[in-house]
């Protein structure tokens, strides 16, 4: 196992040192875990071109250490107990042993689909257990999987398929969310009827017991997938780096970005991480309440806790399902010892009142984790106060998709928290805050762009397919270190502050979207020429999509055009992206070379129309008036 850190003085020493060697500390750490054979170069890097490679050379599978070191000491230690959306459904519980049996047999019937290293597995799941078997087989035989958020719609989920390039889907009739179905495999039908892809077999795993259509040859039932396929399954052996996933996040284009993570680095940094942010110990019982569809669930559902061998809650469900006292009720019936969600689900709860979460006994919980936004004072002070009891610390950790794992956050009962500080990088980790002119800011209670100067283990390795816009996005704006795209600022006491995104991505409820993608969306609708989507201040959602849209004539009612946006919306994306607010304008503020200008509709939106600041390089100031006047109130 990785270090455990112990108190603030140990943190301070074990920084120090990890700054001064880098190499050493990283060395020391990965030594903990099992290799097929050791590495014979810690760190190759050149931030320029880039090219980053950890442990190079080493092999290694990431499975052997997520459940094959675990056995058979903990063969009946319970890896997840999962908990359906429905509390009248029976829970289940998985064993390490058994996680380990039905993985392998997994693993074995990818390869009778002629499933081999380095083929791209796309899953697109609801939060059942066999998601997380169908990524750890995935992983035991080389292949990469691709997980697709069940929330995005065909059109998403076939774009995604096709630049992974995927052989093979696996997914489920349905999926049950709170009171709700999705069909999930009528969507992946449409995804695949409508563009020619590479996928050669679907695999459906019956969880709704729905009608579904199976296409001859091509669709098999999971059951069938799964029988008779022995329950051990040899481990391939993959280089270090070799690709261990991809996963698509929005960035500043239309287009998402397949962000990859490899093997050996990803491996070390996740079970690290992990152990010290939530301070895992024997016998804890641990819940990240994320979807297995974005990195939080990649990282700290799936393999963070099977490499430190933790014991884990997996919900299906929402958290106002079948009442939003849900997740204190597991809590209590689980005795959750650390609980990690996102600001959005604690001030959604809040809303409820505190009743809900007071009926129940909460006293087992020592952590609180935060995730994927600013998590307000406020929202801080009723975890703290109501959840906590005042009696557990809150972790507010930040970091990305593309970093893998979480780089900077408090760790619990070794340093201190603070409400709206994600507070300490983690050792090994090497943030700085840089001025427009790349300058380094020390002074306190400046904000500048937030970069991480040397590279970590967890760190992306490429974008799929686009190496250039790796280079692009992450290694251009500030030569030499990495840029996050996001702001910050470090507290006079040497704690940092997340401001937000710098770029044109929007955090809705902690899902990260891509304003230009939303826009392409709206204008792929026959009726729009031209569209603007900005975020602002949303009390619950932290933001929400403010859409400002131009017809090409006026020929519906304004309210059905909204409306049929709304749902175009959801189909070429998914609901998540569907705008808060839609403005239909006659035309967008622009400047002399067509460029819109979105600063000046984000201080309309957000009411502000008396510090738009400089408009002398628009070519129609004349349209402000008419944009404030149509300003959809908060
Ligand atoms: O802006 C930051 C915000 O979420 C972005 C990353 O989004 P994503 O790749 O979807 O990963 C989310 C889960 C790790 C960041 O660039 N963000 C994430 N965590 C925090 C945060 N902002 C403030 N505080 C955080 N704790």
Same mark, same amino acid.
């Given at each position: ?49 880039? /090219? ?171 059951? /069938? ?14 280089? /270090? ?22 093997? %050996? ?43 430190? %061998? ?31 969600? !996102? ?73 201190? !928290? ?144 909204? /409306? ?71």
């Amino acid at each position: 196992m990785t270090t455990q850190i112990t108190s603030f003085t140990d943190y301070k020493n074990i920084f120090d040192q990890s700054i001064q060697s880098p190499e050493k500390f990283w060395a020391k750490e990965a030594q903990t875990f099992e290799w097929h054979s050791i590495w014979d170069t810690v760190l190759d890097y050149d931030f320029d071109t880039p /090219s980053i490679s950890w442990f190079v050379n080493g092999k290694l599978n990431i499975t052997v250490n997520c459940l094959d070191r675990h056995l058979p000491e903990h063969s009946n230690r319970v890896a997840y107990t999962w908990i359906p959306n429905n509390p009248d459904e029976i829970s289940r519980s998985y064993t390490y042993q058994e996680l380990y049996d039905l993985v392998c047999k997994c693993a074995n019937a990818l390869k009778s689909y002629n499933i081999t290293k380095g083929d791209r597995v796309c899953i697109y799941m609801p939060m059942i257990p066999e998601a997380v078997i169908a990524m750890l087989a995935c992983a035991r035989i080389g292949a990469v999987h691709t997980v697709v958020f069940a929330g995005f719609s065909s059109e998403a989920l076939v774009n995604r398929i096709i630049d992974a390039e995927a052989k093979l889907v696996i997914t489920t009739d349905g999926a049950f969310r709170g009171p709700g179905e999705i069909p999930l495999k009528e969507m992946v039908d449409t995804a695949l009827s409508s563009k020619t892809t590479t996928v050669e077999h679907v695999i459906v795993y019956k969880r709704t017991n729905s009608e579904v259509t199976m296409t001859p040859k091509r669709d098999i039932f999971w059951d /069938s997938f799964m029988d008779n396929q022995p329950a051990e399954c040899p481990p391939e052996i993959m280089d /270090s780096e070799d690709p261990l996933f991809i996963l698509y996040t929005s960035g500043s284009t239309g287009k998402p970005k397949g962000i990859v993570h490899t093997c %050996g680095g990803y491996m070390v940094y996740t079970e690290y991480s992990f152990r010290n942010v939530f301070h895992y110990e024997p016998h804890d019982t641990y819940w990240c309440t994320a979807d297995i569809g974005w990195i939080t669930g990649h990282s700290y559902i799936v393999y963070g806790p099977l490499l430190a %061998g933790a014991q884990s809650i997996l919900f299906e469900g929402v958290p106002t399902y079948p009442d939003p006292g849900r997740f204190w009720n597991i809590c209590q019936d689980y005795k959750v010892t650390q609980f990690y969600t !996102s600001p959005t689900a604690i001030r959604k709860l809040e809303s409820f009142g505190d009743e809900y979460v007071k009926s129940y006994d909460l006293t087992s919980l020592k952590t609180l984790g935060s995730v994927g936004e600013p998590i307000n004072k406020d929202a801080w002070e009723w975890y703290f106060t109501i959840v906590g009891g005042g009696n557990c610390q809150i972790v507010d950790t930040w970091w990305q998709t593309e970093t893998g794992g979480i780089l900077i956050s408090s760790l619990s009962q070794v340093t201190p !928290s603070k409400a709206g500080y994600a507070a300490y990088p983690l050792p090994g980790i090497m943030p700085i805050i840089l001025d427009e002119n790349g300058a380094e800011i020390t002074t306190p209670n400046t904000e500048g762009f937030l970069c991480i100067a040397h590279p970590w283990p967890s760190m992306l390795r490429t974008i799929h397919n686009d190496h250039q816009r790796f280079q692009r996005t992450y290694f251009s704006r500030f030569k030499g270190t990495y840029f996050t795209g996001d702001s910050a600022k470090l507290s006079p006491d040497g704690l940092l502050k997340i401001i937000g995104r710098v770029d044109d991505v929007i955090n809705v409820s902690g899902h990260r979207l891509g304003t230009a993608e939303i826009e392409e969306a709206l204008n792929s609708h026959p009726d729009i020429s031209e569209s603007a989507v900005i975020g602002y201040p949303h009390s619950i959602k932290g933001e929400g999509i403010y859409a400002f849209v131009k017809c090409i004539e006026d020929t519906h009612s304004e309210e059905n055009l909204i /409306s049929e946006l709304t749902n175009h919306i959801a189909l070429v994306i998914g609901k998540i992206a569907r705008p808060d607010k839609i403005q239909i304008v006659p035309d967008l503020p622009k400047t002399r070379s067509g460029k819109i200008m979105r600063r000046i509709l984000r201080k309309l939106a957000m009411g502000e129309k008396d510090s738009l600041g400089d408009t002398s390089t628009l070519v129609n100031p004349e349209i402000i008036e008419s944009l404030s006047r149509g300003i959809i109130p908060a």
